[in-house]
């Protein structure tokens, strides 16, 4: 290994506190506006390869290293697209203990994601971690203090609250955030989020109640492809492409969708510090095992603002954003009279760290954190407990834990099978 990449690894590995130290030029003042030098580059370990990891392959300032599977087939794919040798791990331990990985890239189901991410930042690791955060809202606290313990960087993998058209408001997600900030539509808020205001919860995410036993294909290691979930008999319909319809590994259309549609509402409200206190469920009684759908879900802060997950689509003509002086409907339009012309006289918000690399690079936070990402992940979660439970719950969200319910917060941690902990 070159003097170049060493000298940046231990960069990376010494945290915040090096950041006085040193000063990186940017590859782009060395050799044009789109070269990154090869030393320059951080290299990546990708730890499940399916559908959505071998998606990720390339983003800018980094190369894989490191593939990491249970499935050979996958890692087969993800070989062919990398175009280029990489090592290969069956164990995301061994991954881990790799010096050449940088940052590693965590695309497994939910319930891996609470103990990968915890060992990765003991490992030293950096993580982009995709959504949901966490299965278990005890599990995302974990990662938020092993986060900090260790000093790393970690990015949740849902990007609405910096960039990208915001699902059916025609627009970034930052003129909304202004039009909150700025007050017009006064105070507080209520938060519609159904077909009308341009979502779809994913209701085919359901999980089967039939499944028979299957012999495990020769190419999964289906014990270690549950990890730290109970032991069920395989049918393939638990794993891959449809495990989201079971509690045990995901949380139906609320685990796949929740974090993406959820996170910007907490942004825009400015509650990313803070959790709902009450969520109240309308909702089919939900098998033990499989996932169900859902008829409403209202999750309601200390403040009064609400945020209503309408599964039925009941509300045709909602607004997205409702409050006592003024409505936001899809496409940005709005019953305030010259919206525009009087948001010009407001600030727009402040500038967000976006790019994961310069973040990796100069030891800052991201946008989309271990911090605000366990608050919209709590979110998703406490939905899901009370959807599982079928009842009203009311939550504390300074102890992150629900009040007078013993059953609900063993939802907040949950066993894992062993020897997995976490």
């Not at 998606?55 to 300032?61: F, N, T």
């Not at 070989?79 to 940088?102: C, F, M, N, Q, T």
């Not at 206190?277 to 403040?303: M, S």
Request: hydrophobic share 35%.
């Amino acid at each position: 290994m070159n003097h170049s990449i060493m000298d940046r690894r231990r960069f990376i590995k010494k945290g915040a506190a090096a950041v006085a130290a040193f000063t990186i030029i940017p590859a782009r003042v060395l050799g044009g506006k789109n070269h990154i030098a090869p030393s320059d580059q951080l290299t990546k370990g990708i730890i499940g390869t399916g559908v959505m990891g071998r998606g990720h392959v390339r983003y800018d300032g980094t190369r894989v290293a490191a593939i990491c599977d249970v499935d050979r087939s996958h890692l087969e794919m993800a070989r062919k697209i990398i175009g280029y040798p990489v090592k290969e791990y069956h164990d995301y331990s061994e991954l881990l203990a790799d010096p050449g990985v940088d940052i590693v890239h965590i695309v497994t189901p939910p319930h891996w994601h609470g103990i990968m991410s915890v060992d990765a930042a003991r490992a030293g690791k950096d993580i982009w971690l995709d959504k949901p955060m966490t299965r278990t809202i005890g599990e995302g606290i974990r990662v938020k203090e092993a986060v900090s313990q260790y000093g790393r960087i970690l990015r949740l993998n849902t990007w609405f609250r910096f960039r990208g058209n915001f699902y059916g408001m025609g627009t970034t997600v930052q003129p909304i955030k202004k039009l909150v900030d700025s007050g017009l539509l006064g105070w507080p808020l209520k938060v519609t989020i159904n077909a009308a205001t341009g979502f779809d919860w994913k209701f085919e995410w359901i999980g089967r109640t039939d499944l028979v036993e299957q012999p495990v294909p020769p190419q999964l290691d289906y014990n270690m492809w549950l990890g730290p979930a109970p032991l069920k008999p395989y049918h393939p319909h638990r794993v891959h492409t449809t495990f989201r319809g079971y509690w045990d590994y995901d949380g139906g259309g609320l685990g796949d969708m929740g974090q993406h549609y959820l996170d910007p509402v907490q942004y825009l409200l400015g509650k990313d510090e803070t959790s709902p206190v009450r969520v109240d469920i309308d909702a089919p009684v939900q098998h033990h095992d499989a996932a169900g759908t859902w008829r409403r879900v209202e999750l309601t802060y200390e403040d009064g603002c609400k945020v209503i997950l309408d599964g039925e689509n009941k509300d045709t003509e909602a607004p997205y954003l409702e409050g006592p002086d003024g409505k936001l409907y899809r496409g940005f339009r709005s019953d305030i009279p010259d919206l525009q012309k009087k948001l010009q006289a407001f600030p727009d918000p402040p500038p967000q760290i976006t790019d994961f690399s310069s973040a990796v690079r100069n030891r800052q936070k991201f946008a989309l954190n271990e911090e605000n990402g366990f608050r919209s992940c709590t979110m998703v979660n406490m939905a899901i407990v009370a959807l599982r439970l079928g009842r009203s719950l009311d939550f504390d969200p300074v102890k992150c834990e629900f009040i007078n319910d013993h059953a609900a917060n063993r939802l907040v941690n949950q066993p894992l099978r062993g020897p997995w902990v976490i």
